[in-house]
């Protein structure tokens, strides 16, 4: 293997009890001897125990912690992107578990395909609770961008038309594309306690769009703990109004408004897919629901947006 360096990023808000699974994690990572790599924890302003977590592990892992204090999930990652060392720069999830090849499955990759400029891993849920019984073994597309599953099979080759992700919990990019690049839009993702979407989402969007070209990395393992609030009725609406308010920010559905009328028949229709023992199709009904009122949102109130 090619002599490869690499900045992991961990954008982190908050979160301490989960980032110390995720470093530990990463202390069990295997081959990679022959990488030079960096692990850079932006901390977004963080009010609990995070650094003296982080700091338990400086003797353990290539730590470079650094403290980013505009808010938001966006401007954690632009100060990634400012920071990064690498050649590459793979961003993780502050709850993820990594299996003990994913680095160095990123990083063989990296080197197989050199005409690629962004990858995305395989994110498989860490069940914190029983998995539940509505959940089947093909999840629907929704479902799965609520539970953070990626799976396309565990090859590495180019990405379809067909495939999802690449997911913001595991995915990496080049620098020359982020060198080019506009950085990550700051009127999307996560701020605070507004759990908004879409930038991620967006900036690989613009990447495929210039051109550049992604490779799904099938053996770049993770695990991502799924939080029992995701799996609650309210918070499914409610994620559906955030992907609607990104969704209407982007332009994705220039043509779409929202409406009440379609909001109503997504629930009627969950309602009958509940009758027919379908939770899976009743729940992505109601994540339908919450688009449909986040495209009638006024995009310019975020402090709105709150279920």
Known sequence: MVSLTITVCICTYNRAKYLAHTLSSLTQLKDTETLSWE???????????????????NNQLPIRYVRETEQGLSHARNRALRECNGKVLIFMDDDVKVDIDWLSAYADAVNRFPDADYFGGRILPQWVTEKP??????????????????DNGVEARYYRNTDVGPFGASFGIRRRLFEKLSPFRVDLG???????????????LRAKRAGYRGIYCGPALCYHQTDPRRLRIRYM????????????????????????IRELNYGIRGLLQLCKGRGDRFRQCVINM???RGLRQN?????????
């Not at 959940?135 to 479902?143: F, K, Q, S």
């Not at 701020?191 to 967006?202: A, F, H, M, S, T």
């Not at 609406?237 to 009440?260: L, M, N, T």
């Open 39 to 57: 692990l850079l924890v932006i901390d977004n302003n963080s009010k609990d125990q995070t650094k003296s977590i982080i700091d338990e592990y």
């Open 133 to 150: 019984k509505w959940i089947r073994d093909e999840t629907m597309p929704l479902i799965g961008g609520l539970l953070v599953i990626c």
């Open 190 to 204: 996560p701020k605070l306690d507004i759990p908004g979407r879409g930038d991620d989402y967006e900036y690989l």
């Open 237 to 260: 609406y409610r994620f559906g109004v955030q992907k609607g308010i990104a969704e209407k920010r982007i332009s994705i559905e220039k043509h779409s408004a929202g409406s009440i």
């Open 290 to 292: 919450g688009i449909q």
């Open 299 to 307: 995009i310019c109130n975020i402090e709105g947006t709150r279920i």
